[in-house]
Structures are given as structure tokens and as C-alpha cells.
């Protein structure tokens, strides 16, 4: 009788380009399976080696040099258990995307990535060939196994393929991102997939924050019915086990139902994306500036539950227009979070400013001019700060901000990275009221007021922006759905505030383009997601 084959879902997180690093990660997994796990076999993600998306580094030759150093390294491991990584191949023939199947010390069976995603973030088609369209099935304990590779699987000729050689199960690799409803997405996708070919499916995805991408985890078994038995955990790294003889024999656990809020998985998404962004990058410390403001509350949140209180600094910089409640609200947050922070007016430098420029201005009124000034005395007092003491700046802003350009350049837009980049203002809400309700750090006030930049007297965000809750049902329909003026006025929005919006929007590209990169949250974050000319002819607006 075949003893029962036990299967490992390596959900891991690697650091791009950090070869080395990585397979000494993977290594230790692997005698953490074979030992603690007692697997058969283990599964590592998509590009495991190099950690994805490894971009343009997939151009230089001594990335695969690396690569074939510390293959056999690998290979050598796999004794008493076998071995499925991925990683990138350069043949005479072309790079290839490629899963191994690593047996008693040697490749044995290799799968190329046969769907390149050429769309959003993904630029596939850049680096790397299609595969042969043909399956690739090995035998483990009297199992056929198929392999396939993340975006095969969103189209049926992978598990056609699969089946028609005769597999008894899929096992699928990952490096797919989080964003909003992805993951749902993803298991409705995948139980079609089960559906259609009648076999369970393991899939494995990775873990981490890259750059502006999150990769959330949530590995995922389905048996034979479509049925969701077991899941890692989402944001974590894990090792998922799984029983192959009990999945195929339908002796499966009770499906499981993820009930998890939309606002807890932003979060999270945000904590591991600055958690990864700031240890990745290998920064000791972060500052940003706290206002008394809802933005910059949730960062300052975010960024104490990402590397701790001791790692945060703030930096209160009121002006003549800041509020007295402004700076308690600021000043009881951070006591609250036990975060150290500083007050340095801006007033003086910002005189010093209008000194200078004077004869310049005179005889011209006051504007938006002396506003922007002000941010961007506060702008160069946190790169100063920055430089000093080698702590990466937070900018603040949200989505809804960037979108219409109710920012500043080199002001409250200067920083190393933006959290809420891709979080429109309402969802920023949703968030602060989410972080409070797991303890109270954000003063209600700062919920629960207008929200304001405070550059003029009596200033509201609604002095110059539509409400937060139209404004951003207008920019979600013209951003991420890319529909016409004509049609988001037929839902309902007026005409005029349709085409103010979408005029500041398109205005605005080239600050964005000067922005700091954020954690990507939907399928439509400004960078990769979108990418508009700055300088285009083409008028969407309304005569």
C-alpha cells in the first residue's frame, strides 16, 4: 500500500533581486517541511528565486549567473522530499517564466508559464516567451500532478490540458496582488476552473510588499467540487500542509468562508506594504508631519502598527491658519500611540519667504501662491529632518487628493512614500473608524470634523472640492472605469462638477508623475495602472 502523499504550500515572502537571500529562505523551508511537516513534497510561488516582479533586472545577464550558482545548492536539499520552485530561465530560446520539479537531487520535469498578463502592473510580454501549450504532469506516490503558473490558470486550457494527460490534481504557483474584492475574484475564478475539470486544485500564493504591489497570501486548497477546504493565512507568511489521499477521497474539511470586512484587508494590505517598503529598503526610521488632520492620523496609525512606536516620529508644523484644536488633536494622538514628536512653527520661515519674495508680489494680490508657500516650508523641514536623521518621510495624501491635484509639489507631497496614494477619502474614513474600533488611538474630533488644509483662514477641503462622497463616486467611475463625461452625467452627477472634476483630473498628471510611490489597493492605482500622457490634446469634456 503507497503511503499518503503530504504536500507543502511554501507561502513565503522574498526580496526582489536578493538571490542569496532568498534561497537560503528557501532552503530552510525545506528542512522545515521535511522535518516538522513531514511533506512529500514542497511548493514555493511564482519566480520564488529572484522574488517578484523582478522588472528589467530579468535584462542582466549576471541576475541568471546567480541564479544557476545557487540552483544546485537547491537541488542538493531534495532528498527524503521533492522540490517544486519557481524562478526565471534564459535558454538560447528565450527567458521563460518556469516552474521546476526537483527529485532526488536534479530538475527532472520543467513547466513554462504559457499565459504571459501584459495588462495593469504586469509587463510580462517584456521579459519573458510563452511556454509550449502543453501540460506537464509528474508522479509523486502514485499522483499525477499537474504544474501551471498563476495567469494560466484564469483561462480553461491549462486544466484541459491537465486532464487530458490524465492528472489526478492541479497545483498552481502564484505571485498575484492584493486589491480591493482580488481575492474573492480569485477563488471565484479558480472553483470555475475546479468546475470544469472536475479535480482539486492547490494554490499557492506569495507574500509581501514590493514596491508599490502587496501580495496578500490567502493560499487556497479547493477539493474536487470547487469546494474551499483549507486557506492560509492572508498577510502572513505560512506553511500550509495539505493531505492529497483525504482531498481526493472527498474526506475534506467543512468549506471555509472568509467573512473578513473590506476595511481590515486595506489595512492590513497598507501595514504589510509600509512594513515591507521601509524593512526592504533597510530604513531606520520614519517621520511625517501630523496635522490634527484624518490623513495624517491613519498614516501615523499605519506606520506605528507597521514598525513600532519607537520607529515614528511626527512633526507638528502649525502655521497662522492652524487651529488650537488642530495641534491638541495632534499632540493626543501621538500620546496616545507613544509616539515621540516636535512643534516647529513654520511662521518664521514663512515670513522669511514673503520677505524675500516681496518685490516680487507686490502690487499682486494674495492666492493660492502663499498657501502653497506654506506647504512647502513644511515640505523642507521634514526632508531636513529626513536627511538628518535618516528617516524615511511619509507623505500623506490620499487618492482623491492626487487625483485633482489638491496638493502641493515639493510641499505635502514631498516624501519617500505615500501610504493612502491609492485610497480615496471616503475609504480613509472607513479605515479610521476601522483602526478605532480595534483601539481608540485617532481622536473622534479628527474623524468627525471638516476636513481642512488650513492655508487660509476659515478653509475647508469643500470650499474647493465637491463632497468627499460625490467626488470620489465621480473619480471612481472616470479612473477606474475610464467612462466618458457623457455617460457618468447620465448616472445622475451635474454636468458642471462632472467637467470641473475631470478637468483638474487631467490637469494634475504631471504632479502625479512627481509623486511618491504608495501601496497599490485597486486595479487602478495611479502608475502602472494608469498611464496617461502629460502633454495630449485629447479633451473628454462637454461643450
Known amino acids: 500500500m503507497t503511503p499518503p502523499l503530504r504536500i507543502t504550500l511554501a507561502q513565503l515572502n522574498f526580496l526582489v533581486g536578493d538571490i542569496e537571500g532568498n534561497a537560503q529562505k528557501i532552503i530552510s523551508a525545506i528542512l522545515a517541511a521535511r522535518t516538522t511537516q513531514h511533506a512529500d513534497l514542497i511548493v514555493f510561488p511564482e519566480l520564488a528565486l529572484t522574488g517578484y516582479p523582478p522588472e528589467d533586472l530579468l535584462y542582466r545577464s549576471d541576475l541568471y549567473e546567480r541564479i544557476d550558482a545557487v540552483l544546485p545548492e537547491i537541488c ?3 532528498t527524503d522530499i521533492a522540490i517544486i520552485l519557481g524562478y526565471p530561465a534564459k535558454t538560447p530560446t528565450g527567458c521563460y517564466n518556469r516552474a521546476a520539479f526537483i527529485q532526488d537531487q536534479k530538475i527532472t520535469h520543467i513547466y513554462d508559464k504559457q499565459k504571459l498578463p501584459n495588462y495593469n502592473v504586469f509587463d510580462e510580454m517584456r521579459y519573458f516567451k510563452a511556454g509550449p501549450a502543453k501540460a506537464c504532469v509528474i508522479e509523486l506516490k502514485n499522483k499525477k500532478i499537474a504544474l501551471t503558473i498563476c495567469e494560466d490558470l484564469w483561462f480553461p486550457e491549462a486544466m484541459q490540458q491537465a486532464t487530458a494527460a490524465g492528472a489526478d490534481l492541479m497545483l498552481s504557483i502564484n505571485a498575484s496582488p492584493f486589491a480591493k474584492d482580488k481575492a474573492e475574484l480569485r477563488e471565484s475564478v479558480m472553483n470555475t476552473r475546479v468546475q470544469e475539470s472536475g479535480i482539486p486544485l492547490l494554490y499557492l500564493n506569495t507574500v509581501g510588499g514590493q514596491d508599490e504591489l502587496v501580495f496578500d497570501g490567502g493560499s487556497m486548497v ?83 502598527d507597521a514598525i513600532g512606536k519607537d520607529r515614528v516620529s511626527a512633526i507638528l508644523m502649525p502655521s497662522r491658519y492652524t487651529a488650537d484644536i488642530s495641534n491638541s488633536d495632534a499632540k493626543l494622538q501621538a500620546d496616545n500611540m507613544g509616539v515621540s514628536y516636535e512643534m516647529l512653527s513654520i511662521e518664521p520661515i514663512f515670513e522669511a519667504f514673503l520677505k524675500t519674495l516681496q518685490p516680487v508680489f507686490q502690487h499682486l494680490p494674495p492666492d493660492i501662491t502663499e498657501e502653497n508657500l506654506q506647504a512647502r516650508c513644511r515640505g523642507t523641514l521634514l526632508m531636513a529632518i529626513s536627511n538628518k536623521k535618516q ?38 474614513y472607513k479605515l479610521a473608524i476601522y483602526r478605532n474600533n480595534v483601539s481608540p488611538v485617532i481622536p473622534e474630533r479628527v474623524i468627525t470634523r471638516a476636513p481642512s488644509a488650513e492655508l487660509a483662514p476659515g478653509q475647508t477641503d469643500q470650499d474647493t472640492l465637491p463632497p468627499y462622497p460625490m467626488l470620489d463616486a465621480i473619480l471612481e467611475r472616470y479612473i477606474e472605469r475610464d467612462e466618458s463625461l457623457q455617460t457618468i452625467i447620465a448616472a445622475g452627477f451635474d454636468a458642471s462638477i462632472v467637467r470641473r472634476v475631470a478637468q483638474m483630473v487631467d490637469r494634475s498628471e504631471y504632479k502625479r508623475r512627481q509623486s511618491a510611490p504608495g501601496i497599490r489597493i485597486t486595479e487602478r492605482a495611479f502608475g502602472k495602472d494608469r498611464r496617461y500622457p502629460i502633454t495630449s490634446g485629447f479633451k473628454p469634456f462637454l461643450s
Open 391 to 428: 528617516a524615511i518621510v511619509l507623505a500623506t495624501g490620499n487618492k482623491s487628493e492626487m487625483a485633482v491635484g489638491y496638493s502641493t509639489l515639493y510641499g505635502d507631497m514631498v516624501g519617500g512614500f505615500c501610504v493612502l496614494k491609492d485610497v480615496f477619502k471616503t475609504m480613509v
Open 76 to 78: 542538493k536539499q531534495a
Open 222 to 304: 479547493l477539493d474536487a467540487t470547487g469546494k474551499l477546504i483549507q486557506q492560509a493565512a492572508f498577510f502572513e507568511e505560512q506553511l500550509l500542509s495539505v493531505d492529497i489521499d483525504a482531498l481526493l477521497d472527498n474526506n475534506s474539511k467543512t468549506p471555509i468562508f472568509d467573512a473578513t470586512p473590506e476595511e481590515e484587508k486595506i489595512y492590513d494590505a497598507l501595514v504589510l506594504g509600509l512594513r515591507d517598503y521601509i524593512e526592504k529598503n533597510q530604513f531606520p526610521r520614519a517621520v511625517l508631519g501630523l496635522s490634527g488632520g484624518i490623513d495624517s492620523a491613519l498614516t501615523l496609525a499605519i506606520a506605528v
